[in-house]
């Protein structure tokens, strides 16, 4: 099987010398840059998952992620937030983006592993191939946009109920226990 590859935008050298040892030590391709600006510079589709920093020097986190979202060939990238903006609107804007988790500084990095883990194993399948729907009778949700509606009316649903509703509906008519519901959904540690 072909390593994932994730690429590290963080203008903090230091963190992203321990981030780099830790995802290659798990097993992953990892690069990092020091800035979205140098990040724009990559072929980003060739990566698996962005950790993304939100507060740095010329174009922000936000701005970066709001711009690789809008382009086809990387809108279904999956990023991770990594930052020191830890209020909770600060937490829903980056969701609202199309973040697939945040983190706030100071952070684990244990923490982080098993958040990227989660991250890449829900979107195990190659970019190309994940279904961006999940349909059932009336009931729709939007991968992509990270909504649901029913029977054309949006619903309003927390990050955890949103991956266990997709959870269910990806592995219909599967039994699912307890604990098992918990590693799928729940980072680590939690």
Not at 92 to 121: N, Q
Not at 136 to 160: A, I, R
Request: hydrophobic residues 45%; proline residues 3%.
């Amino acid at each position: 099987m072909e390593q994932m590859k994730i690429l590290v935008v963080d203008d903090e050298q230091d963190l992203c010398d321990i981030l780099l040892f830790n995802l290659r030590t798990g097993g992953y391709v990892a690069e990092a840059v020091y800035s979205a600006e140098q990040a724009m510079e990559k072929d980003l589709a060739n990566y698996d998952l962005l950790l993304l920093d939100v507060m740095m020097p010329g174009l922000s986190g936000f701005e970066f992620a709001e711009r690789l979202k809008r382009d086809e060939k990387t809108a279904k990238i999956p990023i991770i937030f990594l930052t020191a903006k830890d209020t909770e609107d600060d937490a829903l804007h980056g969701f609202g983006i199309g973040a697939d988790d945040y983190v706030t500084k100071p952070f684990s990095v244990r923490e982080v592993m098993a958040r990227v883990k989660a991250v890449l194993s829900r979107l195990a399948s190659p970019a190309k191939s994940r279904p961006t729907n999940l349909v059932y009778e009336g009931l729709s949700v939007d991968l992509m946009k990270k909504t649901v509606s029913v029977d054309g009316n949006e619903v309003e649903l927390t990050k955890t109920e949103l991956e266990l509703l997709c959870l269910f509906l990806s592995h219909r008519g599967q039994v699912f226990s307890r604990q098992e519901l918990i590693e799928k959904v729940w980072p680590q540690n939690v």
